[in-house]
């Protein structure tokens, strides 16, 4: 290691979306390295509206590795993190950095310690599949800071042991996690099926609800699900294997019919093996899956899709704009804000979609017509936190822009 | 046909019991013989809080069948109806009153005229599973009536017909329905397992929901399920012939762990296939699962059994008298009655256990304890309509007191 002086930083900051899957991963066959039982497929969304940054240094000054996560200090004592770091530490090469007159050689990264800090640019906690935007983004800037010569897929069979669905999140637009037979998991990687630009038509509105409900965490959750569920098996081997077929299709040829029911019945079946599970854990919360499925009922072909992950916010996706602010009304008519909300918070996100609504302040919420599609309409004030309209989009970047850097050049901590 | 007038009326009174599955009936492989995917087994719920009285009455006055269903006349023409009828006249025997000087043959049954007069000792609607009852009611009463000699089980095959789960209710305590193989469905029928004095410990606690949710109603809905359900098949050719050996066994041990353990355990299942169903179908109510299960966890074996069939209705069945009474303190504290009820209306049937909880009025269940191993556990007021304290009980009886008829024994209609 050749440099000026010991008071060098190097650092490198990124950014990774998060994803949402539309054929579920429920179930791993191998618990420390997370290998599924079947594939999955997701959609990224947007990083302008979720997504994590996170900003990795080096220094011989760092006497441990460390890590920041939304300004506070975590342990990375726990076995995901150390695994991530250990397998990206042992691809690291050398780096050379002449106009700070930095020079790391292969063998020194086995020395030097690193600085993490993590951001997310949405509510921590709200079921929003942060694990799989933080390894990514851990994974893709280490890898950068470490000049880490392995492709995209092999990252991701690194992020996927930090989280499972983490591998989702090296690539934009439409993602596969194939789910691989090798037992070390080097074939457990994720794939591009498309990028975001291929079918750009897509609008998704995620309803967060304001569930104090304790929930089962994923990760015990799908370990009692492999263990006691009858359905589980049946469902990875010969229902999933078929869709993921089915789903491929239906997004290369940008066939929202087929797209909308894979995706809705993949969720309920996701949901089914859930309750099949002893004790039975449930996640989701029907009221909205009642209102898409009338809605889609009542149109010669489906307008949205709902999916539900490990908790009970809808991810909605509708088939375009137009669709969206249709759905968005819908949501807004049976899901007002709770008296004290204010609307810039209630909608976030893309909020022009607001605007085809037609709607600039809450009073305008209260006037909205009933959907005709349904008898009765009722209403469910302050059952949802907030609404985030976002689309579908790209896959990690780096950032050169030192401002968006969240450690501090000169000392490496946080800013 | 001999007789000294043409006035006569001849009558037959019956009860019969309704029933509950612990092992589910979901699905259907022939839709217009009733002819069952998979085997069930039930529980026979005591009579006196839950059956149906029907009187059948045949009179050479009558020029057509007619039916009244508590007290409004409604029309026999459905196919169901007219299965039931056509297979038990094609059965009818040779009668004779000597007391009246009345003389019916075999042949004569198919010029007389049937009147039916059928009535719940519970509220209808109310998703209790009225039409077994009722179907196993007009079979047993019309074969005592017109002298069919078949055996119980023959008869059985006639009432499933009318509605599938009404073979079930041809038999007291504990009964299977046995799918059968043949394609007319002369296999396709109910046998007891037990007797209701087996297991005689069993205290079954029911809740009525106040649900006014439209339900899907269970003939659609199976049939939806086996249309579109990926996971049904599965259920009803690898796991339902499992359970059912498992569920016979437990039953003939008394082992009220195994037994709970797979009642809860198919419930879920079966409601895993209806959310697998496209579109999904919702039928129960988780909040009454969870207190079970965290109750049931906080114990060194299973207490409670909970069952829910195609509708919210929570079944409860306690492993004895004693666990009956803490789980209805249990319910009391979360499902408080609404400011107006009165309590005799709010627990029915076996009043005796409201007694081993301590509660004679409605200021009793408002200081009722939390119970212990819920923390903030919560109240649902007005969640439940009431509660149906009962228990295992007898099958089909004939009422030979005239005072219980339902049908005026000079003219043939409702008295």
Same mark, same amino acid.
């Given at each position: 290691?050749?440099?000026?002086?010991?008071? &060098?930083?190097?650092?490198?900051?990124?950014?990774?979306?998060?994803?949402?899957?539309?054929?579920?991963? &429920?179930?791993?066959?191998?618990? #420390?390295?997370?290998?599924?039982?079947?594939? #999955?497929?997701?959609?990224?969304?947007?990083?302008?509206?979720?997504?994590?940054?996170?900003?990795?240094?080096?220094?011989?000054?760092?006497?441990?590795?460390?890590? &920041?996560?939304?300004?506070?200090?975590?342990?990375?004592?726990?076995?995901?993190?150390?695994?991530?770091? %250990?397998?990206? %530490?042992?691809?690291?090469?050398?780096?050379?950095?002449?106009?700070?007159?930095?020079?790391?050689?292969?063998?020194?990264?086995?020395?030097?310690?690193?600085?993490?800090?993590?951001?997310?640019?949405?509510?921590?906690?709200?079921?929003?599949?942060?694990?799989?935007?933080?390894? @990514?983004?851990?994974?893709?800037?280490?890898?950068?800071?470490?000049?880490?010569?392995?492709?995209?897929?092999?990252?991701?069979?690194?992020?996927?042991?930090?989280?499972? #669905?983490?591998? %989702?999140?090296?690539?934009?637009?439409?993602?596969? &996690?194939?789910?691989?037979?090798?037992?070390?998991?080097?074939?457990?990687?994720?794939?591009?099926?498309?990028?975001?630009?291929?079918?750009?038509?897509?609008?998704?509105?995620?309803?967060?609800?304001?569930?104090?409900?304790?929930?089962?965490?994923?990760?015990?959750?799908?370990?009692?699900?492999?263990?006691?569920?009858?359905?589980?098996?049946?469902?990875?081997?010969?229902?999933?294997?078929? %869709?993921?077929?089915?789903?491929?299709?239906?997004?290369?040829?940008?066939?929202?019919?087929?797209?909308?029911?894979?995706?809705?019945?993949?969720?309920?079946?996701?949901?089914?093996?859930?309750?099949?599970?002893?004790?039975?854990?449930?996640?989701?919360?029907?009221?909205?899956?009642?209102?898409?499925?009338?809605?889609?009922?009542?149109?010669?072909?489906?307008?949205?899709?709902?999916?539900?992950?490990?908790?009970?916010?809808?991810?909605?996706?509708?088939?375009?704009?137009?669709?969206?602010?249709?759905?968005?009304?819908?949501?807004?008519?049976?899901?007002?804000?709770?008296?004290?909300?204010?609307?810039?918070?209630?909608?976030?996100?893309?909020?022009?979609?607001?605007?085809?609504?037609?709607?600039?302040?809450?009073?305008?919420?209260?006037?909205?017509?009933?959907?005709?599609?349904?008898?009765? @309409?009722?209403?469910?004030?302050?059952?949802?936190?907030?609404?985030?309209?976002?689309?579908?989009?790209?896959?990690?970047?780096?950032?050169?822009?030192?401002?968006?850097?969240?450690?501090?050049?000169?000392?490496?901590?946080?800013?």
């Amino acid at each position: 290691m050749a440099c000026e002086s010991e008071k &060098w930083v190097l650092m490198v900051t990124a950014q990774t979306p998060t994803n949402i899957a539309v054929i579920k991963y &429920w179930g791993k066959r191998d618990e #420390s390295l997370i290998l599924p039982i079947n594939d #999955s497929i997701s959609v990224t969304l947007d990083p302008e509206h979720l997504c994590t940054t996170t900003t990795v240094a080096v220094s011989p000054s760092f006497d441990q590795d460390r890590m &920041w996560l939304n300004g506070k200090e975590i342990s990375l004592s726990g076995g995901r993190y150390q695994r991530c770091l %250990r397998e990206i %530490r042992s691809r690291a090469s050398d780096v050379e950095d002449e106009k700070k007159g930095i020079k790391i050689t292969k063998k020194d990264w086995e020395n030097l310690h690193v600085h993490i800090a993590s951001y997310n640019n949405f509510p921590t906690a709200a079921g929003l599949a942060s694990s799989a935007a933080g390894f @990514a983004c851990l994974v893709f800037s280490l890898a950068k800071l470490m000049n880490v010569k392995e492709d995209q897929g092999k990252l991701s069979a690194i992020a996927r042991q930090g989280s499972g #669905s983490a591998c %989702r999140s090296l690539y934009g637009g439409f993602v596969k &996690w194939i789910m691989g037979k090798h037992d070390d998991g080097s074939d457990s990687i994720a794939v591009q099926l498309a990028d975001e630009k291929h079918w750009d038509d897509l609008v998704i509105v995620i309803a967060v609800v304001s569930s104090r409900q304790k929930e089962t965490s994923s990760t015990s959750g799908m370990r009692e699900s492999v263990e006691t569920s009858m359905l589980i098996k049946h469902r990875a081997k010969e229902v999933v294997p078929k %869709r993921i077929v089915d789903m491929e299709e239906a997004i290369k040829n940008r066939d929202f019919p087929s797209f909308a029911h894979l995706a809705c019945a993949d969720s309920n079946q996701f949901h089914a093996v859930c309750l099949d599970t002893c004790p039975p854990i449930f996640y989701m919360n029907d009221t909205i899956i009642g209102c898409v499925e009338k809605w889609n009922r009542s149109e010669e072909s489906p307008q949205v899709a709902y999916t539900f992950d490990a908790g009970p916010n809808a991810v909605l996706i509708a088939r375009n704009r137009k669709v969206a602010a249709s759905l968005l009304q819908r949501l807004l008519f049976h899901f007002p804000p709770s008296s004290d909300a204010d609307l810039s918070s209630y909608v976030i996100g893309d909020k022009s979609i607001l605007q085809d609504v037609g709607v600039t302040d809450l009073k305008d919420i209260e006037a909205l017509p009933p959907p005709p599609e349904i008898k009765d @309409a009722q209403k469910y004030k302050g059952d949802v936190s907030y609404f985030i309209c976002t689309k579908p989009g790209k896959g990690p970047v780096l950032l050169s822009d030192k401002n968006q850097a969240l450690l501090s050049p000169e000392t490496g901590l946080p800013k």
